[in-house]
C-alpha cells in the first residue's frame, strides 16, 4: 500500500485500512475500548516485566536532557510503562516523534532488560538529540511520516526481521495522528502506543469532522479504529493521557 503524498486526501479513519490485510491478522470482534489506569493495564494477563528504571529526563547528553513538562517531554510514569513493555515484548520498535530523545532512552533500557537484540528506529524531522556511541539499539532516522516510505525504514532492520511495536508522539494533528497510523499499520505494526492523548492536553486543531473539543490525536485514533474488527483499544489515564491499540 503507498502511503499518500502531501497533496494526497487522506482517509478520514484508519479503520477501514486494517480491513485491506490479510483476513488471519484480525478477528471477526468488534473494537473494544477500555479505560484504565496505569497500573490497571501494566497487569493485564500477561503482566509487564517490573524492574528498577531510570529517570531518563536526565539521561544522554545535555543536549537531550528536558524536565517534564518542556518541549513535550512525557512524564516518568509513561516512560516506565514503555520501558515495561519493551522489556516484556522485546523486539523492534517504530518511534515516531523522537525529539530530545527522552522516550527512546526509556524503550532503550527496556530493550537493554529483554536482551532480544531489538532496535529503536527513531523518527524525527527535528531531532535535538545527535547521534550518540552510547545508546547503541537506537537507529536515527530525519523524516517524518509525510516523507519517508516504508521499505526505507524495513531496510533499517536485519534481513527477515519486522517492527514489533510502536510508539506514536508525532505533531499532534488529527491528519499528523493518521498518517503515522498509517504508516506503521503499512509495516505491519499490530501494537501502537500514542502519546498525548488526555483531553487537556494538546492544543485543539480543527478536524476534518469538525470536532470541537479534545486532543486531535485522541479524535482521529477514536475514529480511526471505530471501523477496525479485531482491534482493542486501552485508554490508559497517565498525566499526558496515552491510548494503545492492539490487534487480536
Request: charged letters at 20%; aromatic letters at 10%.
Amino acid at each position: 500500500m503507498d502511503l499518500p503524498t502531501e497533496t494526497t486526501p487522506l482517509p478520514m479513519r484508519v479503520g477501514p485500512l486494517a480491513n485491506s490485510y490479510p483476513a488471519s491478522t484480525f478477528s471477526a470482534s468488534l473494537p473494544f475500548q477500555a479505560c484504565c489506569t496505569p497500573e490497571e493495564f501494566m497487569s493485564r494477563p500477561r503482566p509487564l516485566i517490573d524492574f528498577p528504571i531510570e529517570d531518563h529526563h536526565y539521561t544522554g547528553p545535555l543536549e537531550a536532557q528536558v524536565t517534564f513538562g518542556e518541549s513535550g517531554a512525557l512524564h516518568h510514569l509513561e516512560g516506565c510503562l514503555l520501558a515495561r513493555f519493551a522489556a516484556t515484548v522485546g523486539g523492534h520498535v517504530l518511534e515516531i516523534g523522537a525529539d530530545h530523545g527522552v522516550s527512546t532512552r526509556y524503550i532503550h533500557q527496556g530493550l537493554d532488560r529483554a536482551q532480544t537484540g531489538g532496535q529503536i528506529v527513531a523518527l524525527d524531522f527535528q531531532h535535538k538529540w545527535g547521534h550518540d556511541d552510547h545508546w547503541p539499539r537506537r537507529i536515527r532516522f530525519e523524516a517524518n511520516s509525510y516523507t519517508v516510505w516504508p521499505h526505507e525504514l524495513q531496510a533499517l532492520l536485519p534481513e527477515g526481521e519486522d517492527f514489533s511495536w510502536a510508539f506514536i508522539d508525532g505533531d499532534h494533528s488529527w491528519e499528523g495522528a493518521s498518517r503515522d497510523t498509517l504508516l506503521a499499520l503499512s509495516l505491519g505494526i499490530r501494537r501502537i502506543f500514542y502519546h498525548d492523548t488526555g483531553e487537556h492536553c494538546v492544543p485543539y486543531k480543527l478536524s476534518p469532522a469538525g470536532h470541537q473539543s479534545g486532543s486531535s490525536v485522541r479524535q482521529a485514533i477514536l475514529a480511526g479504529f471505530r471501523d477496525a474488527p479485531g482491534w482493542n483499544l486501552y485508554d490508559i489515564r497517565t498525566p499526558c493521557g496515552m491510548m494503545y491499540a492492539e490487534a487480536k
